[in-house]
């Protein structure tokens, strides 16, 4: 290759991180002593499979499918049973040394975190007597990009 041409596009280096990662159990609780054993987190009674809920910010799972179990028992729910968003993530690095001169180099780096702007959805609120219940309230980070450039002598 022409030294000129070398110097634009050879030497490159790309450098990729991916991630991908099912989503995590929620635990859904009453947030009360129903059963007067002295603990707050038992579980309500579920009528119907809670997953297939519209899974939006304002109501991720069906929170229809619980309801306060009779005074002094415990509910039926089983253990961890909603389901929360799933992440993917591509991070993506590009690098390139350029000689100034005999010891100096030049180097000029790109980082891209979340290099696709993919949206993962934190977990929803698991208390049954939240406000909030069965809402997430967060997500993961926006893409964000780092340029460096570095001059060693």
């Known amino acids: 290759m022409h030294r000129a041409l070398d110097y634009a ?3 490159w280096s790309v450098e990729g991180i991916a991630r991908f990662q099912s989503g995590g159990p929620v635990n859904v609780t009453i947030g009360q002593d129903r059963a007067n054993v002295g603990s707050s987190t038992q579980r309500p009674d579920t009528i119907r499979n809670p997953n ?17 179990p009779a005074i002094y028992t415990f509910g039926n729910a089983g253990a961890f049973m909603v389901d929360s968003d799933g992440r993917h993530n591509f991070d993506l690095s590009i690098a390139k040394s350029f000689r100034v001169i005999e010891r100096h180099t030049l180097s000029l ?9 993919s949206v993962s959805m934190s977990d929803p609120t698991g208390t049954f007597t939240s406000a909030t219940f069965g809402r997430v309230s967060s997500a993961t980070a926006a893409r964000q990009i780092q ?3 570095r001059y060693t002598f």
């Open 147 to 149: 340029l460096a450039l």
């Open 52 to 68: 297939t809920g519209p899974r939006t910010p304002d109501q991720w799972f069906d929170t229809g499918a619980f309801q306060m």
């Open 9 to 11: 596009i050879g030497g």
């Open 109 to 117: 780096r790109g980082e891209f975190f979340n290099l696709t702007n």
